[in-house]
T-cell receptor, first 117, second 113 residues
Framework: AQKITQTQPGMFVQEKEAVTLDCTYDTSDPSYGLFWYKQPSSGEMIFLIYQGSYDQQNATEGRYSLNFQKARKSANLVISASQLGDSAMYFCAMREPPYFGNEKLTFGTGTRLTIIP | DAMVIQNPRYQVTQFGKPVTLSCSQTLNHNVMYWYQQKSSQAPKLLFHYYDKDFNNEADTPDNFQSRRPNTSFCFLDIRSPGLGDAAMYLC????????????FGPGTRLTVT
């Protein structure tokens, strides 16, 4: 079963508008971490934001915020006031407890965001 | 101030010719990972090292091997590259097993001709 689902393969958003990228996840473990990464066309993976499963408040990092709805198993990324430089591929990822054999990040299939001037 | 460095950024190799990709880190992290990312797909973990302990993913082909001679360096060896091995190869590190965050390098884009 897919553990991370990103249902939006591509999105086009007008510059300066807010954008929400969807991510749902599946795990039976109460302890996990959720990440968003940005991957520009150059290829490097840039860490944006992290939410722990026990964190009471939604994570925020500058223009990025994570709308964490634990009961719905949803971890949407919100980018406020989008900029042309936000055009990139965005990956949602999950890491379950780091006991031996489970140290990897599981990535979703990504959403390609294009900001229109 | 680069923390995870991958060389080269672009590598072209011939079908069947062995190739080595390198990764180094200045973070002194215990864990190093290699991911393969094919075009328009999500990154897929190949293997990782926890210190000197090597952990291979079950579906990683035997064609792929890795070496970690010291804390700072990790190598990905592809013994006989096929056309299907053309991809972006991403190296990442994390401080320890208990540390959730992974730091990625810029990647090496491998082309097989």
């Amino acid at each position: 079963a897919q553990k991370i689902t990103q249902t939006q393969p591509g999105m086009f958003v007008q510059e300066k508008e807010a954008v929400t990228l969807d991510c749902t996840y599946d795990t039976s473990d109460p302890s996990y971490g959720l990440f968003w990464y940005k991957q520009p066309s150059s290829g490097e993976m840039i860490f944006l934001i992290y939410q722990g499963s026990y964190d009471q408040q939604n994570a925020t990092e500058g223009r990025y915020s994570l709308n964490f709805q634990k009961a719905r198993k949803s971890a949407n990324l919100v980018i406020s006031a989008s900029q042309l430089g936000d055009s990139a591929m965005y990956f949602c990822a999950m890491r379950e407890p780091p006991y031996f054999g489970n140290e990897k990040l599981t990535f979703g299939t990504g959403t390609r965001l294009t900001i229109i001037p | 101030d680069a923390m995870v460095i991958q060389n080269p950024r672009y590598q072209v190799t011939q079908f069947g010719k062995p190739v080595t990709l390198s990764c180094s880190q200045t973070l002194n992290h215990n864990v190093m990972y290699w991911y393969q990312q094919k075009s328009s797909q999500a990154p897929k973990l190949l293997f990782h090292y926890y210190d000197k302990d090597f952990n291979n993913e079950a579906d990683t082909p035997d064609n792929f091997q890795s070496r970690r001679p010291n804390t700072s360096f990790c190598f990905l060896d592809i013994r006989s590259p096929g056309l299907g091995d053309a991809a972006m190869y991403l190296c990442a590190t994390s401080r320890d097993r208990e540390d959730y965050e992974q730091y990625f390098g810029p990647g090496t884009r491998l082309t097989v001709t």
